[in-house]
């Protein structure tokens, strides 16, 4: 344990948070029927089947107040906060839409039934439009409607995340939660090999126009894996619709380039989803770096470099989904995922290091080529029963990957003569299968109160093959011969058993309780055909998750929470492969690595205003006694070796503050995010706290014409690390977009960092063996231009500018 001390800020915070949340607790909710709500069944006029997937709409005075969808037996529920005099509609593809009278609640008939005719008319006279929120709060997550930015149309995952509540993009494209680069990465609810083994590069190839939403969950439930520390990203890509309908992107610019296309279909028992994307793209960095070495807390000797990395990034990525309906309450559903991606670098580096013996100097050039090839295939059982939420889930999942990395590096002396030469081959190949099973059974007849329960086995296999050769024994030749000390196959495996409990409980008086507990058994090993020893690791970890929400009225909810999460090694964390591009810099894994646990409390306000401001508000302390850190020693030599170690503690409290409004034509959407970390390591004797604060703000304005305008921008002041921390970064774009063709196509032109040709960004580290200082620019100097085309038998409005039901038939 170490004695802190609270930033004012965060305390006047936390206190101001907790005064207007007792305010609120403390005012009666006048007006509120106790959490009652409109049910029904909507059903088919002439057969009396039900009608899944009906849009359901609770309309007061001409303006819908609230919505909702059926489920897979026709059902729906609506929350209703207020007495008064309601309308109901509901709107289904090839069918009439049904308006009903008005009348009044309490007294409306329950459960309410409405019966749809079939209806001759053509398919592309049918659209609802439906309005969200850039963010909304449903629960346990915080969600970040992508389609609402007219900017998510350009560009990739990467760009999506960036605007994203509680996450951060660094300049070198690494995603962070709440300054925690520990979280788990899910695509549409599902894990993804991908992903989880690469997410730098995978994100940069997923098109940012395929997404739909992303979920941030800081609390996740034990349903979800416990891998993630500081908690769950969840991307979830466009829906299909009735009918079919397809998407052609193509994006230009100085940067980056890129073409995607999408179909969709739905035939009979049969859904059918095609998308497929390619990019490519091109990143340039320069740097210097100057370093002292120190041996007894003196100087032992100077280094200094410089660099210039450029790396060109061409990505494929593609997924063909097929789902069968054997029923309304039954469907399989398989999805093939392919993933192929290479982004070699060129990197030319002048090097000078000085000691008490004299100075050494020359000039290097390093091409590392990487290559990674990756395939999924998943299918799924989805069974509904005839009780409201009760539901049987199946899930199977099988991956493959190959991946290819090699580096050469040739070092030359000032005056152009060849010395040392050194080249690193990387292969490596894994296997992933997984196997779920999720139940959730009601414990009443409202669906609200009810048990999840579920069983999951995952398993990993994989080889990698390393070796390191050079001329050290003939400098200048083109005799390279093996290093045996570096060179070696790994063959290596993780077993996980999971298991895990939920309870969740509603009251009338808007109370929810949800506890869960999930526990995780991991075997993990590898063997080495030559030098280094074989090892293996069992260990289990229980982990708890509780929640607990009270919605005071309509427009206040607060929330508080505790979770634990966990981290485990992968296998690139544990491959003791060296890199020595730089042979001043050297890089490798840890086979010795343990997993870490990280504990959290969480408090949460929300504030929904009828004119449609939105404030969302957290504050959370999390702490982890054994974190997986990047860990950089200097020897007496001045080589660096930086490799991860379970060698620090690490304390933080935060607070992330996010709004939203909107005022006639113009959004604003905005947030900070706050936190004081404490870093400590007893074994290196290593004490680093400070703050971070970051800020991002979002502008968009809708002129005539179907023309949109939008700025938006993002500053922090730097990462903090165990050894060191970084200085500011900062981005910000401007966008405009026309429509034409009825909204079907249109033109979008981006720019970004106009105003700077590059990014200047500073990194400070420090050590008993070291103190350094990095200057890195990034030239992120961008602009684009995106054409977009959607087509087909269907015009579907998910995120328009009104929110408002068409004339509709009385019943």
């Given at each position: ?111 309410y039934q409405v019966l749809l005719r079939k209806s001759t008319a053509t398919l592309q006279t049918i659209t609802v439009n439906a309005k969200k929120r850039l963010i909304e709060t449903k629960g346990d997550k915080l969600v970040y409607n992508a389609t609402v930015d007219i900017s998510n149309k350009a560009g990739s995952a990467a760009d999506v995340l960036r605007k994203v509540p509680m996450l ?25 090999g991908i992903l989880a083994k690469n997410l730098k590069e995978a994100l940069k190839i997923i098109p940012a126009g395929t997404i739909a939403a992303v979920e941030v969950i800081t609390s996740p439930s034990a349903k979800y894996e416990a891998e993630g520390a500081a908690g769950v990203i969840n991307i979830v890509t466009k829906k299909k619709i009735k009918g079919s309908s397809a998407d052609i ?563």
């Amino acid at each position: 344990m170490y004695s802190v001390t609270v930033p004012k800020f965060l305390l006047l915070l936390f206190f101001a948070m907790l005064t207007t949340v007792c305010s609120q607790a403390q005012q009666p909710v006048s007006g509120t029927t106790g959490g009652l709500t409109i049910s029904g069944a909507v059903r088919d006029s002439a057969d009396r089947s039900p009608i899944s997937f009906a849009t359901v709409v609770l309309l007061r005075e001409g303006k819908v107040i609230s919505s909702a969808t059926t489920d897979s037996l026709g059902r729906f529920s609506i929350p209703l906060r207020e007495k008064g005099v309601f309308t109901i509609g509901v709107s289904f593809v090839g069918y009439n839409n049904y308006l009903s009278a008005p009348t009044a609640f309490p007294g409306m008939q329950q459960p309410y039934q409405v019966l749809l005719r079939k209806s001759t008319a053509t398919l592309q006279t049918i659209t609802v439009n439906a309005k969200k929120r850039l963010i909304e709060t449903k629960g346990d997550k915080l969600v970040y409607n992508a389609t609402v930015d007219i900017s998510n149309k350009a560009g990739s995952a990467a760009d999506v995340l960036r605007k994203v509540p509680m996450l951060t993009v660094s300049a070198d494209g690494e995603v962070k939660m709440r300054g925690d680069g520990n979280i788990k990465v899910l695509l549409n609810g599902l894990p993804s090999g991908i992903l989880a083994k690469n997410l730098k590069e995978a994100l940069k190839i997923i098109p940012a126009g395929t997404i739909a939403a992303v979920e941030v969950i800081t609390s996740p439930s034990a349903k979800y894996e416990a891998e993630g520390a500081a908690g769950v990203i969840n991307i979830v890509t466009k829906k299909k619709i009735k009918g079919s309908s397809a998407d052609i992107s193509l994006s230009a610019g100085n940067l980056e380039q890129s073409a995607s296309a999408s179909l969709n279909t739905i035939r009979g028992n049969f859904d059918l989803s095609l998308n497929i994307n390619a990019s490519n793209q091109r990143e340039r960095k320069t740097s210097t770096l100057n370093r002292t070495s120190l041996l007894k807390g003196l100087p032992a000797g100077e280094l200094l470099q410089e660099n210039d990395v450029t790396q060109h990034e061409r990505g494929l990525y593609g997924d063909l989904g097929v789902t069968y309906r054997i029923d309304s309450l039954q469907k399989i559903s398989t999805t093939f995922t392919l993933w192929n991606g290479a982004w070699p670098s060129k990197n030319t580096l002048y090097n000078l290091y000085q000691d008490g013996k004299g100075s050494t100097a020359y000039n290097q050039k390093s091409d590392q080529t990487n290559h990674s090839g990756y395939y999924e295939l998943s299918t799924s059982y989805q069974k509904l029963f005839r009780r409201k939420s009760q539901e049987l889930q199946v899930l199977g999942m099988v991956s493959n990957s190959a991946d290819r990395s090699r580096y050469v590096t040739q070092q030359h002396t000032l005056a152009g003569v060849p010395a040392f030469r050194e080249t690193g081959p990387n292969n490596s190949k894994s296997w992933d299968f997984n196997l779920q099973t999720d139940y959730t059974h009601p414990l009443d007849l409202s669906g609200k109160n009810l048990v999840e329960t579920g069983l999951k086995f995952s398993r990993t296999s994989a080889t990698s093959a390393y070796s390191a050769r050079n001329n050290e024994h003939a400098p200048g030749s083109d005799d390279l011969v093996e290093i045996p000390s570096r060179s070696d196959e790994m063959k290596y495996f993780q077993n996980i058993y999971a298991a895990y409990l939920s309870l969740k409980f509603e009251t009338r008086n808007q109370w929810m309780f949800r506890a869960g507990l999930r526990y995780e058994a991991t075997q993990l090993g590898a063997e080495f055909q030559r030098t280094s020893a074989p090892f293996r690791s069992t260990f289990g970890n229980l982990v708890p998750s509780i929640l607990l929400t009270k919605t005071l009225n309509e427009q206040h909810d607060v929330k508080l929470s505790y979770t634990e999460r966990i981290r485990r090694p992968w296998i690139w964390d544990l491959n003791p492969f060296v890199n020595a591009a730089d042979p001043r810099n050297l890089t490798s894994g840890n086979p010795l690595l343990r997993p870490e646990t990280t504990r959290t409390i969480e408090a949460g306000y929300n504030y929904n205003a009828a004119s449609g401001f939105t404030l969302n508000n957290s504050v959370y302390f999390s702490s982890n006694s054994n974190a997986i850190e990047m860990l950089t020693t200097v020897d007496s030599l001045g080589i660096s070796r930086t490799l991860p170690s379970n060698i620090a503690a690490n304390k933080r409290l935060g607070a992330n503050i996010n709004a939203a409004m909107e005022i006639g034509n113009l959004t604003v959407n905005g947030g900070v995010e706050l936190y004081q970390v404490w870093f400590k390591s007893d074994a290196l004797q290593v004490k680093n706290d400070a703050g971070f604060y970051a800020f991002n703000l979002n502008l968009s304005y809708t002129l005539p014409r179907d023309v949109t305008l939008q700025a938006s921008g993002d500053y922090s002041n730097g990462y903090v690390t165990l050894q060191g921390r970084n200085s500011a970064s900062w981005s910000y774009s401007f966008t405009a977009q026309k429509e034409f063709l009825n909204k079907k196509a249109s033109v979008l032109v981006g720019v970004s960092n106009p105003f700077q040709r590059s990014m200047l960004q500073r990194s400070y580290a420090t050590a008993p063996t070291f103190r350094s200082t990095e200057v890195n620019n990034y030239y992120n100097r961008s602009f684009h231009i995106t054409l977009n085309w959607k087509f087909g038998s269907m015009k579907v409005h998910n995120n328009e500018e009104e929110k408002k039901m068409p004339p509709m038939r009385r019943h």
